[in-house]
DNA sequence: GTGGTCGATGGAACCGGTTCCGGTTCCGTC
DNA sequence: GACGGAACCGGAACCGGTTCCATCGACCAC
C-alpha cells in the first residue's frame, strides 16, 4: 500500500536517496538518512521483497527438501534450520518431498526451478544427477544433510564409524550373538545411511572373530527393517520370539527401532539388559526415559550448520566468520546407560 | 535468464500475447497458443513468481505458524497443510513460532507483514489483538486450528467433548477413583485446550456423582504435567508411587502422556488393564503398539481442511466446491483398546 | 588557482511479468 | 451489403524497488 516513494516524498527526498538509506547500500549522509528512516517509521513503510529481488535476483529466501517431517531426527533437524535462516532474516519454505514420482518431479522441475529460492538444503534424500543439474543450472547452491548425489556440499557423519562404535561396545561387554537392525538398504544399497552402519557393524564383527586378542566366534545377523517404533516391535517380536537361537545383543539402527524392541522384549517377558543388551543410534529426546545406550548425534545443530554454509555459499555476511571444517564427518559419540550390560554366562 | 520477451520474439508475438497464452487469461488463438507454449519449452522458459506477484499482488504463498514441529501432532498437521499447497502450486513458507518475546515479534512485524504471503495458517497459537490486526490491515485471511484469538476462521474439535467422552469411558468401566493428566493450563486458564479438556472431565465426573442412575462418589484429582512422554512418566511415578490412593484409572491429555503414564506404570510393576486403565487423545501413530484406548483425532485431515478454506477465502479456483461446513467442531472418535478395562472389584 | 577525489544526491533505466486500452479482423444477422 | 460484437493481438503503462550515471559542492594537494 505504501510504496518507497511515499517515503521519499514525505522526506524530501528522491526514491534513489530514499532506497540507499533504508537498504544501507551507498552514501548517504547520516542527518538525510534519520529523516528517512524516520519518515519511513512514521507511515509504516514495509519494503517489497517482491520488488526487491526481482532487480537483485537474491531472495532471501532458502528451499528445504525433506521426505518427511514426522519423525524425531527429521523434526529437530528442521527446527535448528528454522531457528539460524530466521535469526538472519531468511525465510524457509519447505518441500516434504515424496520419495518419488510425479510429485517428486514437481518439486524439482518446477516448485525448485522458479527463482523463488537462493539455495537449497535437500535433508537425507538421494538426489539423482538430473535433480543437482537442474539446480546448478540456475547456480543455487545445494547443501546436503546425509543422503547422496553430487551436491555443492555435504554434512554428515560418519556412518559406518558409528556401525562400528555401537558393536565394539557390545562386544566389549562380552557379547557373541548380536543382530543388527537395520532400515531399508542395509543388506544391499552400501551407500546409504543404512548400508553403511550396517557395514560398520559387520567389520567390527569380523575384527573380532580373526581379530587380535582373545578371537572370538561372533553370530551376527543383519534384518532390514522398517525405521521407527512399530518397526522394531515388529522386528523384535520376530527376532526374540524363539529362545533357541536368540541374540544376546540387538544395534538398532536407530534410537525409535530400538524402543520398539525394548517393548518387544518385554512383551516377551525378557529383562533389558539382563536378558537383552539394546544399543541406538540418535540419542532421541526419549532416549533417557528408556534408559538407552546410545550413539548420540545432534540434529538441531546439523541444521545450523548446514544454514551457515548455505549462507556463506551465497556471501551472506550476516553469517560469522570460522568455517566449519566442512570436509570432515560430523561428530558423534557413544552415551552409555542402562540397557547394555555385560553379557550374562 | 530467459525471459517472456525472449519467449514472444521466438514465437513472433508480443509479450502481451504470450503472457495471455502461458497464463491462460484472454483470449488466445489456439494455433498460436501452441507457437507460444512450444518456445516456451524450447528454450527452457520458466516464469518469474516475484514479477508476476509484484503486479498482480499475489504470492502463491501461504505461511505456516507453529510452535514446534517435532512432535507427532504438529508433523502431522503440517505434512497435511504441505501436501495439500503442493497440489493446489503453493509454497509454503514455515515460521516455527517461538512462544513468546523478540523474536515472536519479529516474525509478526517483520515476516508476516511483507506482501510474501498470501495467506497465514496458525497452528495452537493464542493470537494476541494487536497480532490479528496487524494481519487483517494487510487483508491477509488467517486460518487458525485450536488455539484463541479473533481469526478470520477456526478449526477445533471440541475439547470440551473430547473430556467428557474419555471420563464417561472409563466411568462406564466402573472405575471411581480417576486422574486426569492434563497440560499447562488444565487447572487454570478455562480457554486453553488443555483447560477445555479438564473442564470436560469435572463435568463428567460431576454428572456421575449427581447423575442419574446410581450416583456414586468419585474422587478425581488434575495434575498439570508437560505434555509429551517424559512428562507422563514423571507424573505416572509421582501418581502411582503411594498404593495407598491410586487412583485405578487415568485419562491423559494426549497420546505421548498415556505412553509415559504406561511406561511408569510398567516400571512400578502394576499391569495395563489389570491395576490401571489407561486412556489418552490423538490416537497417535504408536497408540495401537501401545495398545491404547484413545480419542481419534485426525491432524493432517485438520491441515489439509484449514488449507482448503485459506485458498477459498482468496478466491483460489483450484479448490472443488464443497463447503465443509465451517462452523461445527471437527470430528473426534473413541477408539477402544486393550489399555483400559472393568475396574476389578 | 587548478585539478582531482570523494561524498551526497537526483534522474532514469531496468528487473520480468500483467493488464488496460485501442485497433483489426472475422463472423453472424438482418 | 452493412453493422454489431466478440475474438485476437500489440503498444505501453505499471508494480516497487535497486543501481548506473551524471551532477554538484567541498576539500585537499600541488
New interface residues.
Given amino acids: ?1 505504501t510504496a518507497i516513494s511515499d517515503v521519499a516524498r514525505l522526506a524530501g527526498v528522491s526514491k534513489a536517496t530514499a532506497s540507499r538509506a533504508l537498504s544501507g547500500h551507498g552514501h548517504v549522509a547520516e542527518q538525510t538518512r534519520l529523516r528517512v528512516v524516520r519518515a519511513a517509521a512514521e507511515i509504516g513503510y ?6 526487491a ?2 532487480v537483485t535476483g537474491r ?1 532471501k ?1 532458502v528451499g ?1 527438501v525433506i521426505p ?5 531426527f527429521f ?2 533437524v ?2 535448528g534450520i ?2 539460524t535462516l ?1 535469526d538472519a532474516g531468511y ?6 518431498l515424496p520419495v518419488s514420482g510425479e ?1 517428486r518431479a ?2 524439482f522441475d518446477f ?1 525448485l ?4 529460492v537462493d539455495a537449497v538444503i535437500v535433508i537425507a534424500v538421494d538426489l539423482a544427477e538430473a535433480e543437482v543439474q537442474g539446480l546448478e543450472r ?1 547456480e543455487k547452491p545445494i547443501v546436503c544433510i546425509g543422503g547422496s548425489g553430487e551436491a555443492s556440499a555435504r554434512l554428515s557423519i560418519d556412518d559406518r564409524a558409528v556401525g562400528m562404535l555401537a558393536t565394539e561396545h557390545l562386544l566389549h561387554l562380552g557379547h557373541t550373538r548380536i543382530a543388527h537392525l537395520g532400515g531399508i538398504g542395509a543388506a544391499g544399497d552400501p551407500a546409504s545411511v543404512a548400508g553403511l552402519r550396517a557395514a560398520g557393524f559387520r567389520e567390527a564383527v569380523a575384527a573380532a572373530s580373526d581379530g587380535a586378542a582373545p578371537a572370538r566366534d561372533v553370530e551376527a545377523i543383519v534384518i532390514e527393517t522398517e525405521m521407527g ?2 518397526g522394531g ?1 515388529e522386528a523384535g517380536l520376530q527376532l526374540l520370539g524363539h529362545p533357541a537361537h536368540r541374540p544376546t545383543a540387538v544395534f538398532a539402527a536407530s534410537d525409535e527401532t530400538a524402543f ?1 524392541v525394548i ?1 518387544a522384549a ?1 512383551r516377551l517377558g525378557l529383562a533389558v539388559p539382563g536378558d537383552l543388551s539394546v544399543i541406538g543410534v540418535d540419542d532421541h ?2 532416549a ?2 528408556f534408559d538407552l545406550t546410545t550413539i548420540a548425534q545432534t540434529p538441531a545443530e546439523q541444521g545450523r550448520l548446514a544454514v551457515e554454509v548455505a549462507l556463506r555459499m551465497l556471501g551472506d555476511d550476516a553469517v560469522a566468520d570460522p568455517l566449519p571444517d566442512s570436509g570432515a564427518p560430523l561428530a558423534t559419540r557413544l552415551i552409555v546407560r542402562g540397557s547394555t550390560a555385560r553379557v550374562t554366562a
Fill in positions: 500500500m514495509i519494503a517489497s521483497p517482491d520488488a529481488s526481482l531472495t529466501n528445504v518427511f517431517v514426522n519423525s524425531w523434526g529437530e528442521l527446527e528454522e531457528r530466521l525465510d524457509l519454505t519447505l518441500y516434504n510429485a514437481r518439486v516448485f526451478a522458479r527463482k523463488r540456475r517404533m512399530p516391535f520398539g517393548r518385554e529426546e526419549h533417557a526415559l
